[in-house]
């Protein structure tokens, strides 16, 4: 689906629904104000009948007004006051769901006198619903023989008065870049393990080096993570009969090649059984979502290529597959990490924490500016923040302000966690430096001083997305495309974009 903008009269447009707000107590903006002029008073005639109470997302669909090009005008409630994120969002879905259903090809929204608490009326409003728009007609049907009836809506255009048709532009075109990024995380993370293993992503960074001109690609296997030293990323792979990869991106946007990049490290657990620490089978299919960090990254990379941010970017993808076998890893293992630490693995299910450390210090050759890491952690952050809200933690107070920050504007939101000292002790080994879990007390944020060890080379932060990457169970379950509105926000921040 395309996205258009344009400054011109509401009720002077040729298009198949026209889109108008109503404002609780059936008060009409000054958009819809100009179209009930236009059309002799209708819409005021239908709201007098009481058939919209102008509640947020309420919609009512009206055919062939007299006066108005439109060969239907859709009115959607927008309450009483300034909505909130969340409401906007709503607005957005119930219109959507609405022209959906619809055998019109195109609409044209005129919703730039609805305010949203918080947003400017033009860049930060506009994009909330332009990437709501664009996720909202996501569906993932690759394995159904039948698929999904494809809609008419091809083209949605929205309406902007002239002084601020240069930002809505802007606010479109970041929009649609994060939305493509979050459709090519959501694909990754939705498909079956049997497909998307270590050696399919590797192959998907490669397309995606074709695709971008420009973009290196790096892919290293097996072998060359043994001889780096990568002892406990090379152990949680050993059990599986598919290959752990490390998968390396750069892409070199900066005005001066030099200039030190940023990287992302995603941590790419394509199936995680928890290894001879067996997870329970309930629910085991939605191991497939461990990958989520790195798909993440994807994502996030591919919105930056598409929208050519001039940043120097590299992305670092910790890749492999969890099972138990006679090869596997066990319990009370001890590993010797890249940075030369011995880890003694106390339960082969803590395995993101693993690959982590090793990616962690591999990028210290980059000299990074910063460095975010984004995993499926720990299911104790799902326990703390549950499905809403991601976990963070860090090093450095104004890296973990940028990214709090973004995640506001995004409404793709974090929240710190500490790393205060006390917690290391959880992490004591009687036989090697470190144990990969603390016991059951404050688990996200012993998995994050474990990491935090091995980051101590840069400014690092770490966001643990286990209760945000995906929705479990029922028809709705699916990964989210999060934390990509996030990282892109942070990233466009950094470019000053």
């Not at 599986?240 to 005005?255: H, T």
Request: aromatic content about 6%; glycine content about 12%.
């Amino acid at each position: 689906m395309e996205l258009v903008v344009k400054s011109v009269a509401a009720a002077s447009l040729k298009t198949a629904t026209l889109v108008l707000s109503v404002g609780e107590g059936r008060t009409l903006g000054a958009t819809a104000k100009a179209v009930d002029d236009a059309s002799n008073g209708a819409l005021s005639a239908v709201l007098k009948r009481g058939d919209l109470a102008g509640k947020v997302g309420q919609t009512l669909l009206l055919q062939g007004l007299a006066g108005v090009k439109a060969e239907r005008v859709l009115l959607v409630g927008t309450g009483k006051d300034a909505l909130a994120d969340r409401a906007w969002r709503k607005l957005a879905g119930s219109v959507l769901n609405v022209l959906k259903g619809l055998a019109g090809s195109d609409a044209v929204l005129a919703l730039d006198d609805v305010a949203v608490t918080g947003r400017d009326a033009n860049y930060g409003k506009v994009r909330l619903l332009a990437e709501s728009l664009l996720d909202g007609q996501y569906v993932f049907d690759h394995y159904k023989s039948k698929k999904a009836e494809p809609i008419a809506l091809k083209k949605i255009t929205l309406l902007s008065d002239k002084a601020g048709l240069a930002e809505v532009e802007r606010a479109v075109k970041h929009a649609t870049a994060i939305a493509n990024g979050m459709g090519f995380t959501r694909d990754l993370g939705n498909l079956p393990p049997n497909i998307c293993h270590p050696s399919y992503l590797a192959e998907q960074a490669k397309a995606l080096g074709k695709e971008f001109k420009g973009l290196k690609v790096e892919v290293l296997d097996e072998k060359k993570i043994k001889d780096l030293g990568m002892g406990a990323f090379y152990a949680v792979g050993q059990g599986s009969d598919q290959p752990p990869r490390l998968i390396v991106l750069s892409y070199q946007g900066a005005a001066k090649k030099s200039e030190k990049p940023y990287v992302l490290v995603g941590k790419g657990i394509t199936f995680d059984t928890g290894g001879i620490s067996l997870k329970p089978g309930a629910g085991m299919d939605e191991m497939k979502y461990d990958m989520g960090g790195a798909a993440s990254v994807f994502g996030t990379l591919r919105a930056v290529l598409e929208l050519k941010l001039p940043i120097n970017l590299v992305c670092v993808l910790a890749c492999a597959e969890n099972m138990p076998s006679g090869g596997a890893s066990r319990p009370g293992d001890i590993v010797t990490t890249m940075s030369g630490q011995t880890v003694e693995i106390l339960n082969t299910d803590a395995e993101g924490r693993l690959v982590l450390c090793d990616a962690l210090t591999y990028v210290e050759r980059f000299k990074p500016q910063a460095v975010i890491d984004i995993a499926t952690l720990t299911g104790a952050c799902i326990v703390a923040l549950g499905s809403h809200t991601s976990g963070l933690m860090g090093n450095d107070d104004e890296l973990i302000g940028q990214l709090l920050d973004a995640g506001k504007r995004a409404d793709d939101r974090a929240w710190q966690l500490p790393l205060f000292d006390e917690y290391q002790e959880q992490l004591d080994s009687p036989f090697a430096d470190i144990a990969n879990i603390g016991g059951p007390k404050a688990g996200s944020i012993t998995a994050g001083c474990f990491l935090s060890r091995f980051a101590k080379a840069y400014h690092w932060a770490h966001l643990d997305i286990a209760g945000t990457a995906w929705t479990s169970g029922g028809k709705d379950k699916g990964a989210t495309g999060r934390p990509v509105p996030l990282l892109t926000q942070y990233l466009l921040d950094r470019a000053n974009a």
